[in-house]
């Protein structure tokens, strides 16, 4: 016996996710060559910075996306434990290996821009530490994911586990953002929203779309792939039962 | 305060166990599971402890859904499974003490010599003091079961309750549920072998195909 | 409440009987910090310097090591089945196994912790610091430690996977609880950091028992 009843809402997902993703899709190329050649070409460099403020064009929008994502899976997580829907849990599932990629871009891209800036790969400033910890925050969610057998039960495990990380972001935040006051002056990579100039802003936010482009893209994609392992995984349980 | 189960439809993991179950047990009843291995009877026991949930279908307790009022069930039925709930370093005494403390704080205090009394009574006399570590399996299991006499609980869910107790021990397990019912207990049990109960109503898991073919 | 209290006086109970859990905490938390002045030198300015940061990352480790059993074995035995048929609310169950956890691994921790002072030669002002830091922090170490056991107790050797989803949930802590005693060393006024600290267990209080009390309901299925 198949719990078809718990599958047929993600097959009629998919349907809807094949009409969307082509559209997604050129959607995204086209922000990302837009915004590319915004970052690359259009805007001027920095007059202490140079050329190597360029970085900042990826850095900054995957920073949001780590966050971004975050939010995604925690949200995902809340719906699936309160709805019961087997969607839910899945986008979250789909969700967080992105989302740790963007965060490792984050702090790549961190480490490279901090190269020139300071003369050293790594410093411990604020938002890179911060970026880090969510890094690990990652990790964890996804171990926990791998390391429970049984689906419904993994799925309601870390759907807990991502609403504990969101309630618990904020705190580490200001937890690091005061550590770093306490020992650090303030940072190189500050740029709070209204100080930029409005030629870095907009390739910025185009960036920020094609990223956020991106994610839809890929989450699609592994939404697809997940359901259909999942129901792979059901129907191969059925038939060795029968 | 009656338990029925209607429609019931349980699944673990991927796999449905059980589906379109129902039963009834009413006060001085005793239904006994019967079934292979992996045919759900330890699955429908959880189901009605409210451990899990049924997937499909309703358990309702005394016409309320066990939903509703989880406390309510929660709290007027025993459940003894395959694990004893022993702490080895406790003593005896302290293991079962701990249990009709957690099980029934709101019962006067049950004195040391209540406690004497049921130990007497499943075959654990002179044991009181003895750390759990050092009983036989059997002794684990009265012991386990002596939390069916130590708090009062109308509905009890035995799941292969007779497992590791020798002859004296399934007597008085038998002794037990033959008392519980007279006072208008509930039990019910999932049975591998046999068990000398004459009026019990089955449920036979798993033959659904097997009946409809004879 | 007396149901609560005798959670919690079984539990410390045999955190002592069952091969002195509490002992071995203890031991570690000394050994661990020892171990500083050997690999970092003997020099009292470098050690009063790294001091509150060595005790209290030592003291997460610790508290942690105990994290994984808190409740597996009564996943085990099956006295979770029994916990929750309890009267009381498996949140209270959870918030009563976690003050037992602090009672036998935290509150020795806090009570060794000055001798950790003296040993990496913290002056004078910041040993009432450490003090008062680790009372109000090791509390949140038990409940937040408690909703990583929880997640992780039907995994078999989830000891390695807990200290990932506990560790860095345990960050806020440490950052003001070594903020307390470095101000308290510097002459400054600490009272902030412990206010957070405060403010930190308070906010767990009431949080970690609900997610607790969730994750165990999912392995009573």
Known sequence: MVNWHRLANPTSFLKWSRRVLPWASVTTVILLAAGLYLSLFVAPPDYQQGETVRIMFVHVPSAWMALFTYAVMAGASATGLIWKSPLSHLTAKAAAPIGASFTLLALVTGALWGQPMWGTWWVWDARLTSVLILFFLYLGYIALWEAIDDYTRAAKSTAILALVGVVNIPIIKFSVDWWNTLHQPASVLRMDGPSIHPSLLVPLLVMGGAFTGYFIVVLLIRLEREILARQAQVLRRAQLRS | ?214 | ?221
């Open chain 3, 1 to 221: 409440m007396t149901t609560f209290l005798q959670i919690v006086a079984r539990d410390v109970r045999l955190a002592f009987r069952q091969g002195g859990a509490t002992m071995l905490v203890v031991v570690f938390f000394v050994l661990a910090v020892a171990l500083f002045p050997l690999g970092v030198g003997p020099e009292t300015a470098v050690l009063r310097r790294i001091a509150p940061g060595v005790i209290w990352v030592a003291a997460l480790l610790a508290a942690m090591l105990s994290l994984d059993r808190l409740f597996q074995v009564d996943f085990e035995d099956g006295s979770l089945d029994q916990l929750a048929l309890a009267p009381l609310p498996l949140e209270l169950v959870a918030a009563a196994k976690c003050l037992a956890h602090w009672l036998s691994t935290g509150l020795p921790l806090v009570v060794i912790s000055p001798l950790l002072g003296v040993l990496l030669e913290l002056n004078g002002e910041a040993h009432a610091a450490l003090l008062l830091a680790m009372a109000a922090g090791t509390p949140a170490l038990s409940l937040v430690g408690g909703i990583g056991a929880a997640l992780t107790v039907s995994i078999r050797r989830g000891g390695v996977l807990l200290s990932l989803l506990v560790l860095p949930l345990y960050i806020p802590v440490l950052i003001f609880g070594t903020g307390a005693i470095d101000a308290a060393a510097m002459g400054l006024e600490g009272g902030a950091h412990l206010l957070v600290l405060a403010a930190l267990l308070a906010a767990a209080l009431p949080l970690a028992p609900w997610a607790i009390a969730g994750a165990l309901r999912l392995n009573l299925e």
């Open chain 2, 1 to 214: 305060m009656p338990l029925t189960g209607r429609n019931l439809t349980c699944t673990r993991g991927d796999t449905t166990v059980f589906t379109g179950l129902d039963f009834d047990i009413a006060p001085g009843d005793i239904v006994v599971v019967r079934g292979a291995n992996g045919s759900g009877k330890s699955s429908l026991l959880r189901l009605a402890a409210g451990y899990l949930a049924p997937t499909e279908g309703e358990l309702r307790r005394d016409g309320v859904p066990i939903a509703d009022d989880p406390e309510r069930h929660r709290t007027s039925l025993h459940y003894v499974g395959h694990l004893d709930a022993l702490k080895p370093a406790l003593s005896v005494a302290e293991n079962l003490a701990f249990w009709s403390r957690v099980l029934a704080p709101k019962t006067p205090a049950s004195s040391r010599l209540d406690h004497d009394r049921t130990l007497d009574r499943m075959g654990l006399s002179g044991l009181a003091d003895v750390p759990t570590r050092y009983l036989s399996a059997g002794q684990r299991r009265r012991l386990a079961l002596a939390r069916l006499i130590v708090c009062s609980r109308p509905l009890w869910l035995l799941d292969e309750p007779t497992a590791s107790l020798d002859d004296a021990g399934t007597e008085t397990l038998l002794g037990l549920i033959s008392d519980h019912r007279s006072n208008g207990g509930m039990v019910l049990a999932a049975v591998h072998g046999s068990i000398a109960v004459d009026d019990a109503v089955t449920i036979r898991l798993g033959e659904c195909r097997m009946d409809g073919m004879s």
